[in-house]
């Protein structure tokens, strides 16, 4: 007898699951989307024990008849495609039919579900399913409003090797409130809510746009931090496979028809449109976990789009820290392949350079415009963390301790809306707070802790003035490069960073980081114009590489030609190099050009062309920039400051690391008690 069989239905829906159903955010996550595609405008998620014991999603979508009800647990059954092509323009977020059957399988599922009524006096049923482990136990009739709540309790209960594997309660809950929370704000015009047992830890209502969502959500502060990205490019036919010469006649006859009901010709390949957020350069985070990419509304990760996202910080921000990103992508849905992954998280672009140097292009250009000043007070607290941004719990807000116990962080009231309104409440599990004594109050504003020995953070107070010390008017705007160029130089701190003052307030300027940004852009203007400065050395410096380096020597040494130097092969692993770049020691050649090969040796994703040249730029500016502890006159101060004001981005250096730091009128004025 042989030793092949096939699988039964049930360990099949199982094996499904496997793929499918990772944690109780990925119930989630099929269900919520089965609501946005269902037509819903108000979703509410109950989540119980993490979504171990009890996983709610309640809408008021279409609905279904008993029939499509009992039809949605069969495998591969769905109402979104019919054949085979529609798999190449896929316009919904669920497809695949496989999401209802692998939760029942693993779970005790109850479906309650209505279809909506066509006529006022239409007499339409609702229907119950109750399916325990892939079984069903029950099916009726019921009087049900227009809309499917689907109730998931007891995940894996009969699977508990994965069971064992899900993390804490906290742990999960916090990934089901991400998925909601960045979920609710890709649809901005629909109604959501997310209950754990008593607490409301999300409430949504439908507001105006993309930025009102942001400010409902995570408050102003979290919003001031966000640059604003929108674009449209039109997609090209290039390089794009055509139709069957079986099928282009029958799309002649067609075209017209085509074009009442799309909109557009079948010949018009449509556009791209990007608009989203990206963060200020002084946001950094460790990792990529603050980088929340949708792609037709849909929460998506691409390698991609995160490398191009990388490419337009590339310079603004040190190589190993990301940005925050919240991005929004729209094509025709024929433009990308969502066919790649059981859960439907990854994608595949059907022009990828396109989309590559798109995204790429429209986030370095949003941050170009905006241009954002590093804040003294922002840059000293400011550091690369590992914690997600853009998440439930990373906003600010106002602290309250609620009745049971249970920290809560209460978001600011959207715009239009009234404090007394519901707001978003975000809960986490407090650490013990030690009790605080009541503040002693003194005339003249001045407050003393009655325990002076418990350490409590409070908002300083201004000082009462009695008319003696008024406020200075100042701007609400923030500076510009036409600010820039108004610094006056007042002298140097240890002859490493520039003093300067505008109307603005206080500048600090790093006079190394500035010059190498200045000699950064004239590197790279002086190599696309091919009139790059070199110096003869008046030795041959010879090097000794390693076989990774000399590797990377071969790849990389005509750009090297390029940018001014000249070196050629002088033995088995030896080079002699005998030009240099204008500006660089002969001192500090071998130790730069190693420095380069160890860096391009050591960088995992294939060089490009772009990447090189930065580089090579980049150290070619950091060995030749004026150096820390080197006094400067005034005149040369008044240059440096002068250049600086005509680069393309003079906050930040070629390696991420800020060139200016602003001390504003309103913080020196905060500072003595003025306001």
């Not at 399988?105 to 279809?115: F, G, M, N, P």
């Not at 482990?133 to 689907?150: F, H, M, Y």
């Not at 674009?231 to 002649?252: I, S, Y």
């Amino acid at each position: 007898m042989g030793r092949i069989h096939v699988l039964s239905e049930a360990v099949a829906n199982k094996i499904a699951a496997g793929e499918v159903v990772e944690r109780p955010a990925s119930v989630v996550k099929e269900l919520l989307e089965n609501s946005l595609d269902a037509g819903a405008t108000r979703i509410k998620i109950n989540v119980e024990a993490g979504g171990k014991r009890l996983i709610q999603v309640v809408d008021n979508g279409c609905g279904m008849v008993r029939d499509d009800a009992m039809l949605a647990f069969e495998r591969h059954a769905t109402s979104k495609i019919k054949d085979a092509e529609d798999l190449l323009s896929v316009a919904t977020l669920g497809f695949r039919g496989e999401a209802l059957p692998s939760i029942a399988s693993v779970s005790r599922l109850r479906l309650e579900t209505c279809a909506a009524k066509n006529a006022p006096h239409d007499d339409v049923a609702g229907t119950v399913i109750e399916i325990n482990g892939g079984k069903i136990a029950r099916v009726e009739d019921a009087g049900l409003p227009a809309g499917t709540s689907i109730t998931v309790r007891d995940l894996f209960f009969n699977t508990p090797a994965r069971k064992k594997f899900l993390k804490a309660e906290s742990t999960e809950l916090s990934h089901i409130a991400s998925l909601v929370t960045h979920y609710a704000l890709a649809h901005p015009d629909k109604h959501f809510e997310l209950h754990s047992a008593t607490n409301a830890m999300l409430l949504a209502p439908p507001v105006a746009g993309y930025s009102e969502r942001v400010y409902q959500v995570f408050g102003k502060e979290t919003l001031d931090q966000l640059i604003a990205v929108a674009a449209v490019q039109p997609l090209e036919r290039g390089g794009l496979p055509q139709p069957p010469p079986w099928r282009r006649a029958e799309g002649d006859e067609d075209q017209d028809e085509d074009t009442r009901t799309n909109g557009r010709s079948p010949t018009d390949p449509g556009e791209m449109r990007i608009h989203g957020f990206v963060s200020k350069p002084e946001i950094q985070k460790l990792n990529r976990n603050s980088i929340f990419i949708f792609v037709n509304r849909r929460l998506i990760r691409d390698r991609l789009v995160q490398h191009a996202l990388t490419e337009a910080y590339r310079n603004i921000l040190p190589p190993t820290v990301y940005p925050v990103v919240l991005l929004f992508l729209e094509l025709p849905s024929g433009e990308v392949d969502v066919n790649v992954h059981p859960s439907k998280t990854e994608v595949r672009f059907r022009q990828q350079t396109v989309m590559h140097d798109f995204v790429r292009d429209s986030a370095r250009a949003a941050l170009m415009k905006a241009r954002p000043v590093p804040q003294f007070m922002a840059e000293i607290h400011a550091h690369a963390t590992a914690s997600s941004g853009l998440t439930p719990g990373a906003r600010a807000g106002d602290w309250a301790v609620s009745a049971g116990g249970v920290l809560t962080l209460d978001a600011a009231p959207a715009p239009g809306t009234t404090a007394h309104q519901p707001s978003a409440a975000f809960t986490l599990q407090p650490s013990t707070m030690p009790a605080v004594s009541p503040r002693l109050q003194f005339d003249g504003g001045i407050a003393v802790e009655a325990s002076a020995g418990i350490p409590v953070a409070r908002g300083l107070e201004a000082i009462a003035d009695d008319g003696c010390a008024p406020a200075i008017e100042v701007s609400e705007q923030e500076p510009t490069l036409a600010s820039l160029a108004t610094l006056k130089p007042l002298g140097q701190i240890r002859n490493s960073f520039i003093l300067a003052v505008n109307e603005d307030g206080l500048w600090i300027v790093d006079q190394h980081v500035a010059h190498e940004r200045v000699l950064f852009e004239h590197v790279l203007r002086q190599r696309g114009a091919q009139k790059v400065e070199s110096q003869s050395l008046l030795m041959p410096i010879v090097l000794e590489l390693s076989p990774a380096q000399q590797a990377v020597f071969t790849e990389i040494s005509d750009e090297l030609q390029r940018n001014g130097f000249e070196a050629e092969p002088f033995g088995a692993r030896s080079v002699a190099v005998k030009v240099a770049p204008a500006g660089v020691e002969a001192a500090a050649v071998e130790h730069m050009l190693h420095e380069l090969l160890d860096q391009f040796s050591r960088e995992e994703q294939s060089l490009n062309l772009e990447k090189i040249r930065a580089r090579i730029a980049a150290s070619i500016a950091c060995h030749a920039a004026i150096k820390v502890n080197m006094p400067l006159e005034q005149n040369k101060m008044e240059w440096l400051l002068a250049e600086l004001a005509k680069t393309d981005h003079p906050y930040t250096c070629p390696h991420g690391r800020p060139v200016v730091l602003r001390y504003s009128m309103k913080d020196i004025q905060k500072a003595f008690k003025r306001i």
